[in-house]
């Protein structure tokens, strides 16, 4: 019974690092990349509310 | 989001929208995350095979590739529409539910297109953020009947606050001071022209002009330095209307509505145009971090919304070798969707997309105004 459920722990681990590898392969989505062969891809994150180009603010805003 | 890898739930994972945008890209759209991923035809076609496969077992059987490389294969394409499916949590935006007590240190009027708006800010700072850009506008004091919109905007404990007619819009942490500018002026161009601002398809980080004799309209992206602002004053002074600088508002209708916000100039470009705004030398400057900023006020026009369905990626390039040559659609829509706002109901995601699927892309690198009027002129001649 540990046995078995060592295994699966096992199992779990390498399943949960494949998946976690995967996605730190493609958390760097700052241009295209390659999955594999497969092709390529980028994901793109609109703004979440309407903004103006950060242009820094006046001398004083931050003081 | 998904519990067990080997199995998928295509309701979770499967992009809602999907449109082909060139010959070998396409667009697809996340429900979930209102996220957007670009992706090519073959990669396409392996993550429609994930999603109706429907497992691991399945999809491997249904490879004639290596099986442990097919299973990496299946980890790698539901990793990646999981990722896509994940919001990404904009911290600077903060969901506050009570505003606290403030104080008003000035009001100014402004008189927009025959419409008063007041701005009320609790000190220089926050003043300075908004008003520089519609300074032209400021108008003596009215009477409170006449008053359309009443924003207010003030900073407590390192908070920004905007409220319009004492309702609360936006509260952000004070760095994203860009945001209280972008919802502000969205707002109040919504305002002036009547424009309920959940019909807007986006609003986009572009300046669009309109050409005065063919009527064609065209916004032009790039990133922050590109040199849009600068192009468009350029194009002001040469048979081009402004209709927006940096925030262009996209309608249902796929016009991009009139932006007031006068144009914003660097002293670095004050050389290039000093011999079209010789006024330029003697407008406020506004001190910034990264030096002065003037506003040039659009030249007056009778035009308040213009279709739009070309975009011009501009880059000024003082030594390089100047360009103007077709561009794929998703190099296009690299550059503009991150830096954008896209609204998230999958009825404007529809619409977008379409918007996107139809654009005429093209590429403008250049360092004299001549070279620029010639190649825009090109576009839609009558």
Redesign the interface.
């Given at each position: 019974m540990k046995t078995k459920k060592s295994n699966n722990s096992h199992e779990s681990k390498q399943?949960t690092m494949?998946?976690k590898e995967?996605?730190e392969?493609?958390g760097k989505y700052g241009k295209?990349a390659a999955?594999?062969a497969?092709?390529?891809?980028?994901?793109?994150?609109?703004?979440?509310?309407?903004?103006?180009?950060?242009?820094?603010?006046?001398?004083?805003?931050?003081d | 989001m998904i519990k067990n890898t080997n199995i998928l739930n295509r309701n979770l994972l499967a992009p809602e929208l999907s449109v082909r945008l060139d010959t070998d890209y396409w667009l697809l759209w996340f429900k979930c995350s209102n996220q957007y991923s670009i992706v090519s035809n073959n990669l396409k076609e392996a993550l429609d095979r994930v999603l109706v496969t429907g497992s691991k077992a399945q999809y491997t059987h249904s490879q004639r590739v290596d099986k442990k490389e097919s299973e990496a294969e299946w980890d790698m394409l539901t990793a990646y529409l999981d990722l896509c499916q994940t919001p990404k949590i904009d911290s600077e935006i903060l969901s506050v539910k009570e505003v606290p007590e403030y104080s008003i240190q000035e009001c100014v009027f402004l008189d927009i297109l025959g419409r008063t708006i007041v701005l009320e800010t609790d000190d220089d700072s926050t003043k300075n953020l908004l008003l520089p850009a519609l300074s032209v506008y400021e108008c003596p004091k009215q009477e409170e009947k006449s008053i359309a919109v009443r924003f207010t905007v003030f900073r407590k404990a390192g908070i920004i606050y905007l409220l319009k007619d004492s309702q609360l819009i936006r509260a952000v942490q004070q760095d994203a001071y860009h945001i209280i500018q972008g919802t502000f002026i969205t707002q109040l161009l919504c305002s002036i022209q009547h424009q309920n601002l959940n019909s807007l398809l986006g609003c986009l980080h572009a300046s669009t002009v309109v050409n005065q004799n063919t009527g064609h309209t065209i916004a032009l992206i790039g990133n922050s330095g590109s040199g849009k602002s600068t192009l468009t004053a350029l194009l002001a002074k040469h048979g081009y209307s402004v209709l927006a600088d940096d925030i262009s508002a996209l309608t249902e209708a796929y016009n991009i509505l009139y932006n007031p916000n006068g144009i914003s100039i660097k002293s670095g470009a004050y050389d290039i145009l000093k011999e079209y705004y010789p006024e330029l030398m003697n407008l406020k400057p506004y001190k910034t971090k990264k030096g002065l900023i003037s506003y040039l006020s659009p030249p007056t026009s009778q035009l308040y919304q213009s279709p739009c369905h070309t975009l011009v990626l501009v880059n000024y390039s003082p030594k390089g070798e100047e360009c103007f040559e077709p561009l794929e659609r998703h190099e296009a829509l690299h550059i503009l969707i991150p830096e954008s706002w896209i609204s998230p109901t999958p009825e404007h995601a529809k619409a977008f997309m379409d918007w996107c699927s139809h654009l005429e892309c093209y590429k403008l690198t250049y360092h004299h105004i001549d070279t620029a009027l010639d190649r825009l002129a090109s576009l839609h001649k009558v």
């Open positions: 399943e494949t998946r995967a996605l392969k493609m295209y999955l594999t497969l092709g390529t891809y980028i994901l793109l994150s609109p703004k979440q509310a309407q903004a103006a180009s950060p242009e820094p603010p006046g001398t004083g805003f931050f | -």
